[in-house]
């Protein structure tokens, strides 16, 4: 089945700083989503991308589908306490997701 | 109402105990799964099930044994527990496979000792 690398693994910023997380595929992905994870709880969707350079934005995330549509992105502006968690990327081809980002942010 | 509901929420138990994980979605959607979350965070899919039938079996000890008796239930029964096996077991669902959205359950903490 397809591969989908994510990196990084870890990111610790300073609130307030700027956080991205990018998603790699070996293989063209149909359609691409991202989900996050708040420590102890469960993965909940944020966005699905579809067309090739798709750009998406809520509030402070922007998301983006590359061109040949095999990687992704995830960018926070100005992080907040409460974006802490861990940012997945999903190739849903055959339901495999990326290893996830883990974000801290330090008040 | 939850969308995803599994039970128990927190199991622990003993290496070669046998037990089971229920979960049941209200969302009327075809396709169920069961993903297992490690220490480091991995979301590995073990199962997927349409309308009942088994469409993704990844490489899973036999040991573990999903059921789905319909479309809104999918259970997973697990055999001669191992250390191995503590994780975060997530069941979810989606209303087809392939570009729809998943919804996941709350988890189930599994610990063997």
């Known amino acids: 089945g397809q591969q989908v690398m994510q990196i990084p693994q870890y990111q610790h910023v300073q609130e307030g700083e700027d956080f991205t997380t990018y998603c790699n595929s070996s293989t063209t992905l149909s359609n691409i989503q991202w989900y996050k994870q708040r420590p102890g709880g469960h993965p909940v969707f944020l966005i699905q991308?579809?067309?090739?350079?798709e750009v998406k934005k809520q509030k402070r995330l922007t998301f983006q589908f590359g061109e040949a549509k095999k990687n992704s992105s995830l960018h926070i502006t100005a992080t907040q306490t409460t974006d802490v968690g861990t940012y997945f990327c999903a190739g849903l081809n055959d339901m495999r997701f990326g290893a996830g980002t883990r974000l801290t942010v330090k008040p | 109402d939850t969308a995803v509901s599994q039970t128990p929420k927190y199991l622990v138990t003993q290496m070669g105990n046998d037990k089971s994980i229920k979960c049941e979605q209200n969302l009327g959607h075809d396709t169920m799964y069961w993903y297992k979350q490690d220490s480091k965070k991995f979301l590995k899919i073990m199962f997927s099930y349409n309308n009942k039938e088994l469409i993704i079996n990844e490489t899973v000890p036999n040991r573990f044994s999903p059921k789905s008796p319909d479309k809104a239930h999918l259970n997973l029964h697990i055999n001669s527990l191992e250390l191995g096996d503590s994780a975060v077991y997530f069941c979810?669902?989606?209303?087809?496979?392939?570009?729809?959205?998943?919804?996941f359950g709350e988890g189930s903490w599994l610990t063997v000792v």
């Open positions: 991308l579809v067309k090739s350079g």
């Open positions: 979810a669902s989606s209303q087809a496979t392939g570009w729809n959205t998943i919804y």
